[in-house]
């Protein structure tokens, strides 16, 4: 496990913009699938985006395709997910996570296969 801080929620205006920060400890952060996951009360924490160590490939939710972007910069431990053209159905705790473990190709987008979580950041976007 890593520790992951978060930072840069907020609260924004529909059609805003917001961006993210994930850094992570240790030095292996190039090795670590890195995603976002964001959850509201009384629902289940849902995937958001994420991205790949291997080849930066990233993946998104239907609900934020096209208007989210996740990447990465392994030089300074950090993933960033870069919100555009927000709505109030974004509101949500963002969470950031990292699978360690360098044993899966794929990005997982189910919450159980990330064993380091951050703190989470609150987004709220009013209309």
């Known amino acids: 496990q890593v520790q992951l801080v978060e930072s840069g929620g907020g609260s924004v205006q529909t059609g805003g913009s917001l961006r993210l920060s994930c850094t992570a400890s240790?030095?292996?952060?190039?090795?670590?699938?890195m995603a976002w996951f964001r959850q509201v009360p009384g629902k289940e924490r849902e995937f958001v985006g994420g991205?790949?160590?291997?080849?930066?490939?990233?993946g998104y939710s239907d609900s934020v395709e096209g208007r989210f972007t996740a990447t990465r910069d392994n030089g300074k431990n950090t993933a960033y997910l870069q919100m555009n053209s927000l709505t109030p159905e974004d509101t949500a705790l963002y969470y950031c996570?990292?699978?360690?473990?360098?044993?899966?190709?794929?990005?997982?987008?189910?919450?159980?296969?990330?064993?380091?979580w951050g703190q989470g950041t609150q987004v709220t976007v009013s209309s």
């Open positions: 991205i790949r160590w291997k080849d930066n490939r990233t």
């Open positions: 240790g030095d292996s952060f190039s090795r670590y699938h």
């Open positions: 996570a990292a699978d360690t473990s360098g044993k899966r190709h794929l990005l997982p987008e189910v919450a159980l296969y990330y064993d380091s």
